[in-house]
């Protein structure tokens, strides 16, 4: 990665501020200050497990890397990893350092190659944030439409189990959610959108595959693949009092999700309007509890103090068009 010399085009503040997080980072105490490239080896590191596998992959003597991980540690005031028999792992903290040093390090790479494409001061930014559930169906179409709409915001999606509305530019968070929670974050305003109706993919094979309509009593043996942060999704869309069965969290894309399913490991719950999603192997069946559909809502939220000019536009395109 190049950082740009006194005399270039400044990079975007959200760049500056990655820089001084590093640069904060580097700055050891009674010793000679941290290298960048020190922060993405202890990265490599944490993946390989092992000093030795790490040097190789990273091209450094490993005595000299191992050299370059003590200094670190020291210049943290605190050990980033434990070593053991097997190798070597992160310690609690070291986890959380390196969770976050790792999203700091792709977010300035990032922001570092969006200065560099020249993109136009008139061109403005939006980053929409959901969870995996909420993010297809109608949620992804507002989104497209919004983009064809509006041709000079550039925007950008965020998938995650809980993504939050950040405060103001240049946060860290994302400057709207769409999700189906009715658990409201503190403080932020909300927008009620749309219902989506879910239906639920089966492997073909299955004993149900063959109903057109399947209750939701009759997959109690069931397991239910789920994405992350969608069990407590699931938990709002079916109401109290409703047995869920057993269900079993994968860190995955929904493409793989599916396919988990069309192999005969579980059922899993879509928007009905993205059956044609489903791949082979499965098939998509419409859900009643009790005779009744489905629902989920969706919610947009955001932070008041957040002066971002296409929020406002975009809230105000979900006020015209998908409000409830």
Not at 33 to 57: D, H, M, N, P, W
Not at 58 to 81: N, P, V, W
Not at 97 to 102: G, S, T
Not at 160 to 179: F, K, M
Request: hydrophobic share 40%; with cysteine.
């Amino acid at each position: 990665m190049s950082i740009p010399r006194f005399g270039d085009s400044p990079p975007a503040s959200k760049a500056l501020k990655c820089l001084r997080f590093v640069a904060n980072l580097t700055l050891s105490r009674d010793a000679e200050s941290i290298q960048l490239a020190t922060l993405k080896y202890a990265l490599v590191v944490a993946e390989e497990g092992s000093f030795l596998r790490a040097s190789g992959r990273a091209g450094i003597d490993h005595s000299a890397l191992s050299r370059r991980i003590r200094d670190l540690e020291y210049a943290m005031g605190t050990r980033i990893f434990h070593r053991h028999a097997r190798g070597v792992g992160p310690t609690p903290a070291g986890e959380r350092f390196l969770d976050r040093l790792r999203s700091v390090l792709l977010e300035l790479d990032n922001t570092l190659t969006l200065a560099r494409t020249g993109i136009k001061d008139e061109q403005q930014r939006l980053s929409i944030g959901s969870n995996g559930m909420v993010l297809a169906g109608r949620a992804l179409d507002a989104v497209i439409e919004f983009g064809q709409c509006h041709p000079n915001v550039t925007v950008s999606l965020i998938e995650g189990s809980h993504p939050e509305p950040r405060a103001a530019l240049g946060g860290t968070e994302v400057d709207v959610t769409v999700t189906s929670s009715s658990r409201s974050t503190g403080g932020a305003f909300e927008l009620k959108l749309w219902k989506d109706t879910l239906a639920v993919v089966l492997a073909s094979s299955h004993p149900l595959a063959s109903r057109p309509v399947i209750e939701w009593s009759e997959l109690g043996q069931e397991t239910l693949l789920v994405r992350r942060g969608e069990a407590f999704l699931l938990a709002d869309a079916v109401g109290n009092g409703v047995q869920l069965p057993a269900i079993v969290e994968h860190h995955v894309s929904a493409g793989i999700l599916l396919r988990l399913v069309g192999n005969g490991l579980g059922v899993a719950l879509i928007h009905d309007g993205d059956a044609k999603s489903v791949p082979d192997g499965a098939v998509c069946r419409k859900l009643r509890i009790g005779g009744k559909p489905v629902q989920i809502s969706s919610f947009a939220r955001w932070r008041p103090d957040n002066a971002n000019p296409a929020l406002t536009v975009f809230i105000a395109f979900l006020r015209d068009r998908y409000s409830a």
